[in-house]
């Protein structure tokens, strides 16, 4: 038998095993040192006593000097000097080993968390950070939340497959200040197997959100298809509980819907993240101006967001009565009780029953109660009010990656035949996968261009002349693998077109950046800095708490029904003062709601969303009027 690989397999086998063989050598020193003694002192006469004065001193330094003769005092100083080394050193060694092991195990995040009304996020993606801070950074809608919920205090369970020390410091750096360990819980293990769903005590959490494929996923497809096992996984558990919770999920694609909420038993809410962000990006390439109103509505950095209140003793019949009693907010839909599809700019004529939900845009949730005093409008007139026209008529992009053939379709659906676009990238033309006919015939028709360059080369992007488009529109590549060098690349592309261009002929410039860390880096003046991920964050987080925002963010952001427009109101009678209130009204009589102006003055733009209808500015300074508006195919 091989003594060595015997006591590699004990020692592999634990503390317990340790301990025995650390004992074994202490029973073996110690009898080899008594039995000396016996031999060549004649001191002693029995064993056991000469045995357990050899332990003493081996386990004992303090003994040392009380022995008396050549042969006591020599085996007593090896015995005492092999405590040190044995005793002491073997057994620290042991302890000291066990313990590093047992921290290690513990910081894995193995064990089974004991929190009730959670909120549960599943994976660790480039997005779970930005949703840890969105729901810490969340004030009104998680006290909310925490008041339906029945909670205390907001717990957030983070369900990873490899927890560490480094893991750990990552997410605390993202959260900054915000960073309480006894509110964020890092577990270690699988969403696709129970053991880590139960670890991370899903069928007690008040929400689950599921974060969806990380950016340099080759196969999202395959992210998608976990999602839906994932969701099956918990339904099947939870129905043996007898609750399943709230389910947020974010697909990459939207036509998987469908499934995921046949996989799931409970409430559902499905975001289709690469949609939507395809779609903000084709729509602020198409209409400069119109990203400062989406970044207010989706960042709680600003001051104005969604807010979803049902009506409780308002006596409010009729959706035009709505308009006028919440004049520090504005009314831009409603959510019948009887269905959950919420209607954006409704006509003001329809009916109002308790129950039902009004959608808000506001700076407080207190705004979205009736005033006591409400301001009446003017009788004033203004003599036009007319759409302002894309003068985009083409359109450069620098990129090539999953979502851009979402975003050439949503280019397509909103430039309505008349936009010309080239697609210039380092990825071969014959690997780029399209899978949407009205792309395919655009290219057909030559309306789209597929474009081989690398333009990350100043002289081969100066040969494309990107000066000469209308708008620049550059998406991060997952080519670049991670997202600092993906942000990197596009940041070296942007300044190169910067360079390319004058003051005369410059074309708006719409970025996706995926670290908000970044977004400085772009001159806001000429470009919108699109952060796809902190949008998607936002929408995951806020639905978690109030699952009715998901389909009126799916609403807000299509390219055809209601949706965010620009109006310029012909105001030729200068110096005169105009308030929302009278904007308001204009607005609601051409069958459109104002929730904003753009003015001008003073060599300065300003974005102003929900000013309050007591807000006023003269005919000079109003440069547009923001508007939900309709839009057909």
């Known amino acids: 038998m091989d003594i060595r690989f015997t006591l590699e397999r004990w020692l592999l086998r634990g503390l317990h095993y340790r301990l025995m063989i650390a004992a074994a050598i202490i029973a073996v020193v110690s009898i080899s040192a008594g039995l000396v003694v016996i031999l060549l002192d004649p001191g002693f006469e029995d064993v056991g006593a000469a045995i357990?004065?050899?332990?003493?001193?081996?386990s004992d330094p303090g003994y040392l000097?009380?022995?008396?003769?050549?042969?006591?005092?020599?085996?007593?100083?090896?015995?005492?000097?092999?405590?040190?080394?044995?005793f002491l050193g073997l057994l620290v060694a042991v302890l000291t080993q066990w313990m590093n092991a047992l921290i290690l195990r513990l910081e894995s995040g193995t064990t089974r968390v004991a929190f009730k009304n959670h909120i549960l996020i599943l994976g660790w993606t480039h997005r779970t950070p930005s949703i840890v801070l969105e729901l810490l950074e969340t004030g009104g809608p998680v006290s909310r939340f925490l008041e339906d919920t029945g909670a205390h205090d907001l717990r957030i369970v983070i369900l990873a497959e490899q927890v560490d020390a480094e893991l750990r410091e990552e997410?605390?750096?993202?959260?900054?200040?915000?960073?309480?360990?006894?509110?964020?819980?890092?577990?270690?293990?699988?969403?696709?197997?129970?053991?880590?769903?139960?670890?991370?005590?899903f069928h007690d959490a008040a929400a689950v959100i599921l974060p969806g494929a990380d950016f340099a996923a080759a196969r999202p497809g395959v992210a998608d298809a976990e999602i839906v096992k994932t969701l099956a996984s918990i339904s099947q558990a939870a129905r043996k509980a007898g609750?399943?919770?709230?389910?947020?999920?974010?697909?990459?694609?939207?036509?998987?819907?469908?499934?995921?909420?046949?996989?799931?038993?409970?409430?559902?809410?499905?975001?289709?993240?690469?949609?939507?962000?395809?779609?903000?990006?084709?729509?602020?390439?198409?209409?400069?101006?119109?990203?400062?109103?989406?970044?207010?509505?989706?960042?709680?950095?600003?001051?104005?967001?969604?807010?979803?209140?049902?009506?409780?003793?308002?006596?409010?019949?009729?959706?035009?009565?709505?308009?006028?009693?919440?004049?520090?907010?504005?009314?831009?839909?409603?959510?019948?009780?009887?269905?959950?599809?919420?209607?954006?700019?409704?006509?003001?004529?329809?009916p109002i029953k308790s129950g039902d939900a009004l959608i808000f845009i506001a700076k407080h949730f207190a705004d979205c109660r009736v005033a006591d005093d409400v301001a009446p409008t003017s009788d004033?007139?203004?003599?036009?009010?007319?759409?302002?026209?894309?003068?985009?008529?083409?359109?450069?992009?620098?990129?090539?990656?999953?979502?851009?053939?979402?975003?050439l379709s949503e280019l397509i659906d909103y430039g309505q035949g008349r936009l010309r676009i080239d697609v210039a990238a380092m990825t071969p033309v014959d690997e780029r996968e399209i899978p949407f006919n009205s792309v395919i015939r655009a290219q057909r028709a030559g309306t789209i261009r597929q474009l081989e360059v690398n333009f990350m080369n100043p002289d081969l992007l100066a040969e494309i002349h990107p000066e000469t488009y209308d708008a620049v529109l550059m998406v991060a590549r997952p080519r670049f693998g991670e997202e600092a060098n993906a942000d990197a690349a596009t940041v070296s592309a942007y300044l190169t077109v910067d360079t390319l261009t004058t003051e005369t002929k410059r074309p708006h410039v719409v970025a996706e950046v995926l670290e908000e860390e970044n977004e400085p880096l772009f001159d806001s003046d000429h470009c919108d800095a699109i952060v796809?991920?902190?949008?998607?964050?936002?929408?995951?987080?806020?639905?978690?708490?109030?699952?009715e925002l998901g389909l009126v963010f799916q609403e807000l952001t299509q390219s055809w029904g209601t949706t965010i427009l620009f109006r310029s109101p012909e105001l030729d009678?200068?110096?005169?003062?105009?308030?929302?209130?009278?904007?308001?009204?204009?607005?609601?009589?051409?069958?459109?709601?104002?929730?904003?102006?753009?003015?001008?003055?003073?060599g300065c733009r300003q974005t102003l969303l929900n000013p309050g209808a007591g807000s006023r500015w003269t005919a000079e300074e109003i440069e547009r009027v923001i508007v939900l508006g309709a839009v057909s195919r």
């Not at 357990?52 to 081996?58: A, M, V």
């Not at 750096?173 to 577990?187: A, I, K, Q």
């Not at 004049?327 to 003001?348: D, E, Y």
């Not at 009678?573 to 001008?600: W, Y």
């Open 52 to 58: 357990w004065w050899s332990f003493l001193r081996l």
């Open 171 to 201: 997410l605390k750096s993202s959260l900054g200040e915000h960073w309480d360990d006894r509110r964020v819980v890092l577990r270690s293990g699988s969403p696709l197997n129970l053991d880590g769903l139960e670890r991370a005590a």
């Open 243 to 350: 609750s399943t919770p709230l389910a947020v999920a974010a697909l990459y694609n939207s036509n998987r819907g469908d499934v995921a909420r046949r996989a799931y038993s409970g409430e559902l809410e499905v975001i289709a993240a690469d949609l939507l962000v395809s779609r903000l990006l084709a729509q602020c390439t198409l209409q400069p101006g119109l990203w400062p109103v989406y970044w207010e509505l989706l960042s709680l950095h600003q001051d104005n967001a969604l807010v979803v209140r049902e009506l409780d003793a308002e006596e409010i019949t009729e959706f035009g009565q709505a308009w006028l009693a919440f004049p520090n907010a504005v009314v831009i839909g409603v959510i019948p009780s009887q269905a959950r599809k919420p209607i954006l700019n409704p006509p003001s004529d329809l």
């Open 380 to 407: 004033a007139q203004m003599p036009g009010w007319h759409p302002v026209a894309s003068e985009i008529e083409s359109a450069l992009v620098l990129g090539w990656s999953m979502k851009v053939p979402k975003v």
């Open 573 to 602: 009678t200068a110096g005169t003062d105009i308030s929302f209130a009278d904007l308001s009204a204009q607005a609601a009589a051409r069958g459109e709601t104002a929730i904003g102006v753009v003015t001008s003055g003073n």
């Open 532 to 547: 796809s991920p902190m949008i998607v964050s936002y929408i995951l987080s806020q639905v978690a708490l109030k699952p």
């Open 65 to 86: 000097g009380d022995d008396e003769g050549v042969v006591s005092v020599t085996v007593s100083t090896v015995v005492t000097v092999l405590g040190y080394v044995l």
